[in-house]
T-cell receptor, first 114, second 117 residues
Framework: QKEVEQNSGPLSVPEGAIASLNCTYS??????FFWYRQYSGKSPELIMF????GDKEDGRFTAQLNKASQYVSLLIRDSQPSDSATYLC??????????????FGQGTILTVHP | DTGVSQNPRHKITKRGQNVTFRCDPI?????LYWYRQTLGQGPEFLTY????????KSRLLSDRFSAERPKGSFSTLEIQRTEQGDSAMYLC???????????????FGSGTRLTVV
């Protein structure tokens, strides 16, 4: 079992729709959760982080965390063609032996078509 | 410049040659990480430093890979006797680490794309 798994893509949504990206993790000691966006040929860019169960909203982005289910998701409302990218879920077990090291999922490719 | 700087951006080398990459982190960040990313995969952890101390190294990392961070500032990653399987994007990231139990994540550099021919 991979440590961090993301829903298989690619995911294609029409402009204006809600894109839903999912991620599960295996380490129950995980404390911090991140979503990175990566455009083709570029490096990952941090867009959201969440520490507590529930929802966290930032503009068109909402991160959701359920530690009991070991599940993290990212919702993108009013999707735009510029949101087309690979989205990476990353998990940190800060406080454990790998203090502050991020483990990444394989990424989900999102395409927003006009 | 307030970002993480990596150079070179691209490196093409012949199999068997040695290559060295450099990373300059954000100045106030005491943690520095190296990751490797191949097409269609997420970044894979290689090693990390807190200041000048190398605190963790991936078990997947062969002895041909070595990293240093003299004086806790910039870092270098060297690959000796390169193989075609080393072709990848090598990403450097820096962070403040963990503050009051919360990890604030990384800032990545632009990466060095290595092609071994």
């Amino acid at each position: 079992q991979k440590e961090v798994e993301q829903n298989s893509g690619p995911l294609s949504v029409p402009e204006g729709a809600i894109a839903s990206l999912n991620c599960t993790y295996s380490d129950r000691g995980s404390q911090s959760f991140f979503w990175y966006r990566q455009y083709s040929g570029k490096s990952p860019e941090l867009i959201m982080f969440i520490y507590s169960n529930g929802d966290k909203e930032d503009g068109r982005f909402t991160a959701q965390l359920n530690k009991a289910s070991q599940y993290v998701s990212l919702l993108i409302r009013d999707s735009q063609p510029s949101d087309s990218a690979t989205y990476l879920c990353a998990v940190s077990n800060a406080g454990g032996t790998s203090y502050g090291k991020l483990t990444f999922g394989q990424g989900t490719i999102l395409t927003v078509h006009p | 410049d307030t970002g993480v700087s990596q150079n070179p951006r691209h490196k093409i080398t012949k199999r068997g040659q040695n290559v060295t990459f450099r990373c300059d982190p954000i100045s106030e960040h005491n943690r520095l990480y190296w990751y490797r990313q191949t097409l269609g995969q997420g970044p894979e952890f290689l090693t990390y430093f807190q200041n000048e101390a190398q605190l963790e190294k991936s078990r997947l990392l062969s002895d041909r890979f070595s990293a240093e961070r003299p004086k806790g500032s910039f870092s270098t990653l060297e690959i000796q006797r390169t193989e075609q399987g080393d072709s990848a994007m090598y990403l450097c990231a820096s962070s403040l680490g963990v503050l009051r139990g919360k990890d604030y994540g990384y800032t990545f550099g632009s990466g060095t794309r290595l092609t071994v021919v």
